[in-house]
């Protein structure tokens, strides 16, 4: 007998050629053991074992493919990047601690002193401060501009800008990009081209059909839509995944395996969950449209709403997250938020319940005075990620501290 130990062999799923998003997100990325589960198998594992000294020799020097640490390989790592992968449409995905880590290991791994970013002012407020204070330190500039104003992006352009940085819908007003324009502005001047996905998802929005280089997740968002575990991901060619992948296999912000099978299971119900928050939101947000003590109401899903064609064209809905002003100051919107006994006060979304935060004091709490005005990020505003609960008794939460205004 061979003292060579063979390991068991990984069954790949059926062949999803063709297959539509909603079929990706049950089937895409399983592999089966030799055990011919018929689930996502977990791997808590931190290490892996070889046949020989010659197989880990050959494994370490990357002469063999396989697995050998899970800060850097693990199977239901990449089983759940090689699902989100198809979802999106790029060709490979590479898994990380958060979905800041998938920002950071993004700009570390394709940025160097020296190189300048066009980001718009739509954003995170955590990806802020990650662009203003600390790139920054390792002589990145960013430059940040208006989400929907091209002539800004144009002009913020400079023969040094290696990156077009976005959200959309941006966070927390919901405004709207123009992905093919802005990807025809960055390829023109030899820059990548990078969406932050979250809000829509694969089901909602795919970007790199407009020109997208790279989409990036927090998976601990609607990718999980239980609000379970933290996680991200960066998906795009194989050639600038291969330099993302490098930095996270040197610098460690790896996803769990525990999370990632989290994320796989989330994912088998991405495309009936997104329709649902769809739904409510949009009808959430014709309600609040028509409150008495209601300013206005941020949601491209509304007619009202300045890029809704544009949502309509590029996206296949208009998402779960909506915002909106009360007439008054932070006062006012503190009365309504803790007027809710439904509704979750926190500062997560794509959760299957609904929460709510006041952003400037919150998510949005760390920009300064000045950056919270050009982002629109005033004291009255308030933001809602609608869940699954039924949409009435949403409607008559908000109501205990809407009507009490009007009062």
């Not at 430059?143 to 800008?161: C, G, I, N, Q, Y």
């Not at 990632?260 to 309600?287: D, N, Y």
Request: net charge negative.
């Amino acid at each position: 007998m061979s003292k060579i130990r063979e390991e068991h062999a990984l069954i790949p799923e059926s062949d999803l050629e063709g297959v539509s998003v909603d079929t990706l997100a049950v089937r895409a990325g399983q592999i089966r053991t030799a055990q011919l589960e018929h689930s996502d198998a977990i791997f808590p594992t931190s290490s892996f074992v070889y046949g020989s000294a010659a197989q880990a020799a050959a494994r370490f020097g990357g002469e063999e493919p396989g697995n050998i640490y899970s800060r850097f390989t693990n199977p239901t790592v990449q089983a759940f990047e090689a699902r989100i992968a198809a979802m999106e449409g790029g060709e490979r995905a590479v898994g990380t601690a958060s979905g800041m880590a998938a920002i950071l290991s993004t700009c570390m791994a394709l940025l160097q002193s020296g190189d300048h970013v066009v980001c718009s002012r739509g954003v995170f407020g955590t990806t802020n401060v990650l662009f203003q204070k600390y790139l920054a330190r390792f002589g990145v500039e960013t430059t940040f501009v208006s989400l929907t104003d091209m002539d800004a992006w144009r002009a913020a352009v400079r023969p040094e800008t290696r990156m077009l940085f976005l959200e959309t819908p941006s966070n927390p007003l919901c405004e709207v990009a123009d992905l093919q324009a802005l990807a025809d502005l960055a390829h023109a001047n030899d820059a990548l081209f990078v969406v932050d996905n979250c809000f829509c998802t694969p089901i909602l929005q795919r970007p790199f059909e407009y020109g997208a280089d790279i989409v990036i997740h927090s998976a601990t968002k609607y990718l999980d839509g239980q609000g379970r575990c933290i996680g991200g991901v960066v998906i795009g060619s194989n050639a600038l995944m291969e330099e993302v992948y490098g930095f996270m296999r040197s610098a460690g912000p790896s996803l769990s395996p525990f999370n990632a099978w989290v994320f796989l299971k989330g994912l088998e119900t991405l495309p009936i969950r997104m329709r649902a928050h769809c739904a409510s939101a949009l009808e959430l947000a014709q309600w609040l449209e028509q409150h008495p003590a209601v300013e206005r109401v941020f949601y491209a899903g509304l007619t009202s709403h300045p890029q809704h064609a544009l949502a309509g064209k590029q996206q296949k809905g208009y998402g779960g997250v909506l915002s909106f002003r009360v007439k008054g100051e932070r006062a006012e919107a503190w009365q309504v938020i803790d007027a809710t006994q439904i509704i979750s006060i926190t500062g997560n979304l794509g959760d299957t319940r609904t929460t709510v935060t006041h952003p400037a004091t919150t998510t949005h709490g760390r920009l300064s005075p000045e950056d919270k005005a050009e982002a629109g990020i005033t004291e009255n505003l308030i933001r809602v990620s609608v869940g699954l609960e039924d949409i009435d008794d949403l409607k008559a939460d908000l109501a205990r501290g809407l009507d009490a205004l009007t009062r």
